[in-house]
Protein backbone atom coordinates (compact mmCIF):
# COMPACT_ATOMS: atom_id res chain seq x y z
CA UNK A 1 0.00 0.00 0.00
CA UNK A 2 2.86 2.15 0.92
CA UNK A 3 4.49 1.58 -2.48
CA UNK A 4 0.89 2.82 -4.29
CA UNK A 5 0.62 5.94 -2.89
CA UNK A 6 4.08 6.52 -3.13
CA UNK A 7 3.99 5.61 -7.03
CA UNK A 8 0.84 7.97 -6.81
CA UNK A 9 2.71 10.85 -5.83
CA UNK A 10 5.44 10.07 -8.32
CA UNK A 11 3.72 9.77 -11.23
CA UNK A 12 1.47 13.05 -10.14
CA UNK A 13 4.14 15.04 -9.83
CA UNK A 14 6.00 14.07 -13.09
CA UNK A 15 2.57 15.02 -15.38
CA UNK A 16 1.86 17.61 -12.82
CA UNK A 17 3.75 20.35 -15.74
CA UNK A 18 1.15 19.39 -17.62
CA UNK A 19 -1.92 21.34 -16.23
CA UNK A 20 -0.70 24.66 -16.97
CA UNK A 21 -0.21 23.59 -20.98
CA UNK A 22 -3.87 21.87 -20.98
CA UNK A 23 -4.99 25.36 -19.73
CA UNK A 24 -3.21 27.71 -22.34
CA UNK A 25 -5.09 25.31 -24.98
CA UNK A 26 -7.82 25.71 -23.25
CA UNK A 27 -7.52 29.32 -23.05
CA UNK A 28 -6.52 29.45 -26.54
CA UNK A 29 -9.77 27.87 -27.96
CA UNK A 30 -11.80 30.16 -25.49
CA UNK A 31 -10.17 33.21 -26.78
CA UNK A 32 -9.99 32.17 -30.42
CA UNK A 33 -14.38 30.85 -30.07
CA UNK A 34 -14.71 34.56 -28.84
CA UNK A 35 -16.05 33.45 -25.46
CA UNK A 36 -12.94 34.86 -23.38
CA UNK A 37 -11.16 38.31 -24.34
CA UNK A 38 -9.37 38.95 -21.19
CA UNK A 39 -8.73 37.37 -17.98
CA UNK A 40 -7.86 38.64 -14.58
CA UNK A 41 -5.02 37.82 -12.40
CA UNK A 42 -7.47 35.89 -10.14
CA UNK A 43 -8.68 33.57 -13.02
CA UNK A 44 -4.82 33.17 -13.89
CA UNK A 45 -3.93 32.25 -10.75
CA UNK A 46 -7.02 30.07 -10.05
CA UNK A 47 -6.45 28.08 -13.58
CA UNK A 48 -2.38 27.54 -12.97
CA UNK A 49 -3.11 25.81 -9.63
CA UNK A 50 -6.29 23.88 -10.39
CA UNK A 51 -5.27 22.39 -13.26
CA UNK A 52 -1.89 21.56 -11.78
CA UNK A 53 -4.04 19.65 -9.47
CA UNK A 54 -6.17 18.33 -12.35
CA UNK A 55 -2.73 17.28 -14.27
CA UNK A 56 -1.37 15.42 -10.41
CA UNK A 57 -4.33 13.39 -9.95
CA UNK A 58 -5.09 12.25 -13.34
CA UNK A 59 -1.99 10.89 -14.08
CA UNK A 60 -1.45 9.53 -10.02
CA UNK A 61 -4.76 7.60 -10.55
CA UNK A 62 -3.09 5.38 -12.76
CA UNK A 63 -1.71 3.72 -9.92
CA UNK A 64 -5.22 1.25 -9.47
CA UNK A 65 -3.53 -0.83 -12.07
CA UNK A 66 -0.46 -1.70 -9.91
CA UNK A 67 -3.00 -2.80 -6.99
CA UNK A 68 -2.52 -7.14 -8.18
CA UNK A 69 -5.84 -7.75 -5.85
CA UNK A 70 -8.24 -5.16 -8.25
CA UNK A 71 -9.67 -6.88 -11.64
CA UNK A 72 -8.87 -4.31 -14.18
CA UNK A 73 -12.43 -3.53 -15.04
CA UNK A 74 -12.79 -2.55 -11.00
CA UNK A 75 -9.51 -0.38 -11.72
CA UNK A 76 -10.75 0.99 -14.90
CA UNK A 77 -14.16 2.01 -12.88
CA UNK A 78 -12.29 3.39 -10.28
CA UNK A 79 -10.43 5.75 -13.21
CA UNK A 80 -13.19 6.63 -14.22
CA UNK A 81 -14.81 7.26 -11.40
CA UNK A 82 -11.50 9.52 -10.06
CA UNK A 83 -11.21 11.49 -13.68
CA UNK A 84 -14.58 12.50 -14.46
CA UNK A 85 -14.83 14.24 -10.49
CA UNK A 86 -11.63 15.29 -11.09
CA UNK A 87 -12.33 16.93 -14.69
CA UNK A 88 -15.51 17.82 -13.60
CA UNK A 89 -15.12 19.45 -10.38
CA UNK A 90 -11.83 21.87 -12.22
CA UNK A 91 -13.96 22.35 -15.27
CA UNK A 92 -16.71 24.11 -13.31
CA UNK A 93 -14.95 25.58 -10.82
CA UNK A 94 -13.37 27.48 -13.56
CA UNK A 95 -16.56 28.18 -14.83
CA UNK A 96 -15.43 26.60 -18.11
CA UNK A 97 -18.37 25.12 -18.44
CA UNK A 98 -22.21 26.02 -17.47
CA UNK A 99 -24.46 24.19 -14.96
CA UNK A 100 -26.68 23.51 -17.56
CA UNK A 101 -24.00 21.55 -19.85
CA UNK A 102 -23.15 19.39 -17.61
CA UNK A 103 -24.67 15.80 -19.23
CA UNK A 104 -22.69 16.77 -22.68
CA UNK A 105 -19.30 16.87 -20.61
CA UNK A 106 -20.81 13.15 -18.81
CA UNK A 107 -21.48 11.67 -22.21
CA UNK A 108 -18.12 13.00 -24.01
CA UNK A 109 -16.03 11.91 -21.12
CA UNK A 110 -17.20 8.32 -20.85
CA UNK A 111 -17.58 7.72 -24.21
CA UNK A 112 -14.27 9.22 -24.48
CA UNK A 113 -13.04 7.06 -21.76
CA UNK A 114 -14.44 3.76 -23.01
CA UNK A 115 -12.90 4.33 -26.52
CA UNK A 116 -9.44 4.83 -25.02
CA UNK A 117 -9.38 2.01 -22.38
CA UNK A 118 -10.42 -0.53 -24.84
CA UNK A 119 -7.80 0.82 -27.23
CA UNK A 120 -5.64 -0.15 -24.81
CA UNK A 121 -6.62 -3.03 -23.03
CA UNK A 122 -7.09 -4.89 -25.94
CA UNK A 123 -4.13 -5.00 -27.72
CA UNK A 124 -2.24 -5.67 -24.13
CA UNK A 125 -5.01 -8.38 -23.80
CA UNK A 126 -3.70 -10.05 -27.08
CA UNK A 127 -0.37 -10.36 -26.38
CA UNK A 128 -0.87 -11.35 -23.16
CA UNK A 129 -3.17 -14.28 -24.95
CA UNK A 130 -0.27 -14.93 -27.23
CA UNK A 131 2.84 -14.97 -24.47
CA UNK A 132 0.58 -17.76 -22.91
CA UNK A 133 0.34 -19.35 -25.98
CA UNK A 134 3.77 -19.62 -26.87
CA UNK A 135 4.68 -20.56 -22.99
CA UNK A 136 2.41 -23.59 -23.38
CA UNK A 137 3.26 -24.66 -26.98
Known amino acids: MKKNIK?????????AWGGPV???????VL???GV????TVNQVVLGIISTTVMAFIAAGVSVVYQIESLPKAFAGLIQASVLYIDYLGIYLLNGWIPLNRVW??????????????????IPIKLKVNKMNRSLRS
Open 31 to 33: KSS
Open 36 to 39: VETL
Open 7 to 15: DFFKRGLVA
Open 104 to 121: IFTIIFFVGFIVIWLAVY
Open 22 to 28: ILAIVWA
